[in-house]
């Protein structure tokens, strides 16, 4: 076993056609955003690397499409309890990327664990069908895996993204050019060299780092790539649709979100604060399915209020590396920028500033935790997602009230809502428009639960059987 890549920080570099790769003229200089200061110097590869992972790629594909599922599983199981035994060096390194704290990156990278383990049962679990036909006659219907894929995954969960980008197509026999984001390499490093560890052949996974742009327009132009798996902002998941479209890529974009929360009179008020704020500062807002936009009824709207904003200002920020720490800085410098912006607008719009609001004074990108509230319907705040450690609150008065400001954005990832009234949590979670749905909870994401949403917030799912299903085609064979 090599422990090459995963010494604390290590010497960044991508992996194609079995090679390391630590040395480029164009780098890109991974921050501390807890500190600034600089981690190391990532090589970004060109057009001619990216032209040789896509050779490997194809290459890889061909022999892995025939490998045994039970030896797939095997490669997944393997690197699931090399991630297990690592999991002290690459959670330390993916909260100097990200900024996160010690103990979400440490339940990350297990969440990765497990998801690697669940995608080694589900790889021995494609089925096709016979369908009834005269005696004599055969028609089958076969799931093949559709071929090498280009994924590319955002810094927000640099160790969970990546393994969500490999684990199911390693699973359906797929290769992977994954490129994560440049902010975060370390983390996504420490998958990659996990599951080579495990035996996982190496034209199977190639890791490549570059400017997005660029490496996403050649990967996605090419013919070798069969299906295109995007995480990040819908803007740019737009694009990259757009350039897949131009040779009829399979699909699975998980977009951005701005979850609505809905907080009923007849909530278990003391719990519902406690989970709600805990869920805000969860790293440090930057969660595609961080709860966003507070719809509280009037009955109960001041209370919650005064509850709310004195639980979120008692939250301890700081470096995630540091004991006891509950929130950590913003992962770079346009995250304080884009929120400040998004503040004074729904400032000037007539919303009433809370608390927080600010960056917090040194060095690294902190921001205080923020609560807006009386916040109109046309600040930027309640039609962008924020991103941020922030909550726009509003009163609501009816249940078709609040179900139509719920739903009235193009986004639908996840949404929340907060009763104990049996009746009301049925017909609530009919209602909204969104693919994931949490009632008295905010926690979604699990290895046998698909993850993804509707509207722009993206379309098809990642994690279980869905996720393996997403990197299947279906072939017919009629035979006589
Ligand atoms: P961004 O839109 O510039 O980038 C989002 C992600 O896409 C990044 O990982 C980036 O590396 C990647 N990316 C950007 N341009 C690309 C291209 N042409 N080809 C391939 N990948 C490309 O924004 P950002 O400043 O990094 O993040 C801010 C916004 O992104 C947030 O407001 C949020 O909406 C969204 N975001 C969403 C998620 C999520 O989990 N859904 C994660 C991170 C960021």
Not at 65 to 91: C, F, K, M, N
Not at 183 to 188: G, N, Q, W
Not at 395 to 423: C, I, K, Y
Request: proline share 6%.
């Amino acid at each position: 076993m090599s422990d090459t890549h995963v010494s604390e920080y290590p010497k960044l570099g991508f992996y194609i056609d079995a090679q390391w790769i630590t040395s480029r003229d164009r780098t890109h200089n991974v921050i501390n955003p807890a500190t600034g200061e600089t981690l190391g110097e990532l090589p970004l590869a060109t057009t001619a690397d990216l032209d040789q992972a896509l050779e490997t790629a194809e290459r890889g594909f061909r022999a892995w499409r025939r490998t045994p599922a039970a030896a797939r599983a095997q490669v997944l199981r393997g690197a699931a309890e090399i991630l297990r035994q690592r999991v002290d060096v690459i959670s330390r390194n993916a909260t100097r990327e990200e900024g996160k704290t010690l103990s979400e990156a440490r339940s990350e990278t297990l969440a990765c664990a497990d998801l690697f383990d669940f995608y080694a049962e589900e790889a021995k679990r494609v089925y096709g069908r016979v369908l009834v036909r005269p005696a004599g006659l055969r028609s089958l219907v076969m799931k093949e895996p559709v071929g090498p894929v280009a994924a590319f995954a955002p810094w927000n969960f640099p160790v969970a993204n990546p393994g969500r980008k490999l684990g199911a197509p390693i699973a359906a026999g797929c290769s992977v050019i994954l490129k994560p984001a440049e902010e975060a390499p370390a983390s996504a490093m420490a998958v990659v060299q996990a599951l080579i560890d495990a035996g996982c052949p190496p034209d199977v996974v190639q890791l490549v780092f570059g400017s997005p742009d660029e490496v996403s327009r050649h990967l996605l132009a090419s013919p070798v790539i069969r299906k295109l798996s995007f995480t990040g902002s819908t803007a740019v998941g737009k694009h990259l649709l757009r350039l897949a479209a131009e040779t009829v890529k399979l699909t699975t974009m998980e977009l951005g979100g701005h979850a609505p929360v809905i907080i009923f009179e007849d909530c278990d008020f003391e719990k519902t604060v406690s989970t709600l704020a805990a869920a805000k500062v969860r790293n440090a807002g930057q969660v595609c399915v961080s709860p966003t936009r507070f719809y509280i009824h009037e009955g109960i709207y001041d209370r919650f209020i005064n509850a709310f904003a004195k639980q979120i200002a008692k939250t301890r920020v700081g470096d995630g590396l540091a004991a006891d720490i509950q929130m950590g800085p913003m992962a770079n410098a346009r995250r304080p920028a884009a929120i400040s912006e998004l503040i004074s607008d729904a400032v000037s719009h007539g919303a009433r500033l809370r608390i927080g609001g600010e960056a917090i004074e040194g060095r690294g990108y902190f921001w205080q935790p923020t609560l807006l509230t009386d916040v109109p319907v046309d600040s930027r705040i309640m039609n962008e997602e924020p991103f941020g450690p922030i909550v726009a609150a509003a009163p609501f008065a009816t249940f078709d009230e609040v179900v139509e400001q719920s739903n009235r954005l193009p986004f639908g990832l996840a949404s929340f809502a907060f009763t104990e009234n049996a009746r009301q949590a049925n017909l609530i979670g009919e209602a909204i428009e969104a693919g994931m749905v949490g009632i008295n909870t905010t926690l979604l994401g699990a290895a046998d639960a698909p993850f993804g949403g509707v509207k722009q917030s993206g379309h098809g799912s990642e994690d279980g059987p869905e996720g393996l299903a997403a990197c299947l085609v279906t072939k017919t064979i009629h035979q006589v």
